[in-house]
C-alpha cells in the first residue's frame, strides 16, 4: 500500500520567515496530494490541493509543489504569522472511484512573533 | 452554510462496550469517510461510503462497521472496544465519491476507554 513520509516533525520559525514542509510518497499511481491545517481541537481544514497533472498551484502565502519523478510534494508557506501555527498534514491517494488517502505523521509549525 | 457535525463530541466507555459514532455531512454531499487519529499522529482511513455503499475500506479489524443512510449521514459502530481504540475520530464529507474531491472535516469525536 501507500507510505507517506512527512519532515520535519516540528518546525519553528520567526514571524515573517517561510517555511517548508516536505511529503514523500511510495505508490506512483497516486495522483491527489492535498494539505490539511489542524488546529487545537479541530478537524483538519483543508488549504490546498495539487493533482498528479499539475507542478505547482499557489494560493495568497501558501503554495504546493509536486515532483512525480522523485514522488515527493512540499508545502511553502510565505510571511508567517502566529495564526500559521498548528500541525500540518500532507495526504496522497490513488484514484479509481474511491478515495482511501494515506497521511504523513504530521508538522506542528510554530510561528514566533 | 453548516460544516460536518458529528455526535457526541466526547465519550468514554470502558474496555469491552460497543460506541455508535455519528455524522451529518455537508448539504449535498454524498460521500462521508471515517477516519482514526491517535494522538501525535496523522489520521488513518477507516471507510468511505457513497450514495449508501462502501467504496472503500481500511486496514482495521471487522469490529469496526459503518453504514449511510439515505438522507447521507452515517454511523460508524466499533465492537468490543480495546484500550487502544483511544481516540480521535473524524468524519469527512466530499460531494462525490471519487479521488478528486476535497474532504471536509467535522471535528471529531474523541472516544476513550478506560
Given at each position: 500500500?501507500?507510505?507517506?513520509e512527512?519532515?520535519?516533525?516540528?518546525?519553528?520559525?520567526?514571524?515573517?520567515?517561510?517555511?517548508?514542509?516536505?511529503?514523500t510518497?511510495?505508490?506512483?499511481?497516486?495522483?491527489?496530494?492535498?494539505?490539511?491545517?489542524?488546529?487545537?481541537?479541530?478537524?483538519?481544514?483543508?488549504?490546498?490541493?495539487?493533482?498528479?497533472?499539475?507542478?505547482?498551484?499557489?494560493?495568497?502565502?501558501?503554495?504546493?509543489?509536486?515532483?512525480?519523478?522523485?514522488?515527493?510534494f512540499?508545502?511553502?508557506?510565505?510571511?508567517?504569522?502566529?495564526?500559521?501555527?498548528?500541525?500540518?498534514?500532507?495526504?496522497?491517494?490513488?484514484?479509481?472511484?474511491?478515495?482511501?488517502?494515506?497521511?504523513?505523521?504530521?508538522?506542528?509549525?510554530?510561528?514566533?512573533? | 452554510?453548516?460544516?460536518?457535525?458529528?455526535?457526541?463530541?466526547?465519550?468514554?466507555?470502558?474496555r469491552?462496550?460497543?460506541?455508535?459514532?455519528?455524522c451529518?455531512?455537508?448539504?449535498?454531499?454524498?460521500?462521508?469517510?471515517?477516519?482514526?487519529?491517535?494522538?501525535?499522529?496523522?489520521?488513518?482511513?477507516?471507510?468511505?461510503?457513497?450514495?449508501?455503499?462502501?467504496?472503500?475500506?481500511?486496514?482495521?479489524?471487522?469490529?469496526?462497521?459503518?453504514?449511510?443512510?439515505?438522507?447521507?449521514?452515517?454511523?460508524?459502530?466499533?465492537?468490543a472496544?480495546?484500550?487502544?481504540?483511544?481516540?480521535?475520530?473524524?468524519?469527512?464529507?466530499?460531494?462525490?465519491?471519487?479521488?478528486?474531491?476535497?474532504?471536509?472535516?467535522?471535528?471529531?469525536?474523541?472516544?476513550?476507554?478506560?
Amino acid at each position: 500500500g501507500e507510505n507517506v513520509e512527512q519532515h520535519p516533525s516540528t518546525l519553528s520559525v520567526q514571524e515573517g520567515d517561510s517555511a517548508v514542509i516536505k511529503c514523500t510518497y511510495s505508490d506512483s499511481a497516486s495522483n491527489y496530494f492535498p494539505w490539511y491545517k489542524q488546529e487545537l481541537g479541530k478537524g483538519p481544514q483543508l488549504i490546498i490541493d495539487i493533482r498528479s497533472n499539475v507542478g505547482e498551484k499557489k494560493d495568497q502565502r501558501i503554495a504546493v509543489t509536486l515532483n512525480k519523478t522523485a514522488k515527493h510534494f512540499s508545502l511553502h508557506i510565505t510571511e508567517t504569522q502566529p495564526e500559521d501555527s498548528a500541525v500540518y498534514f500532507c495526504a496522497a491517494s490513488i484514484g479509481g472511484g474511491s478515495y482511501i488517502p494515506t497521511f504523513g505523521r504530521g508538522t506542528s509549525l510554530i510561528v514566533h512573533p | 452554510d453548516a460544516g460536518v457535525t458529528q455526535s457526541p463530541t466526547h465519550l468514554i466507555k470502558t474496555r469491552g462496550q460497543q460506541v455508535t459514532l455519528r455524522c451529518s455531512p455537508i448539504s449535498g454531499h454524498k460521500s462521508v469517510s471515517w477516519y482514526q487519529q491517535v494522538l501525535g499522529q496523522g489520521p488513518q482511513f477507516i471507510f468511505q461510503y457513497y450514495e449508501k455503499e462502501e467504496r472503500g475500506r481500511g486496514n482495521f479489524p471487522d469490529r469496526f462497521s459503518a453504514r449511510q443512510f439515505p438522507n447521507y449521514s452515517s454511523e460508524l459502530n466499533v465492537n468490543a472496544l480495546l484500550l487502544g481504540d483511544s481516540a480521535l475520530y473524524l468524519c469527512a464529507s466530499s460531494p462525490l465519491g471519487d479521488s478528486n474531491q476535497p474532504q471536509h472535516f467535522g471535528d471529531g469525536t474523541r472516544l476513550s476507554i478506560l
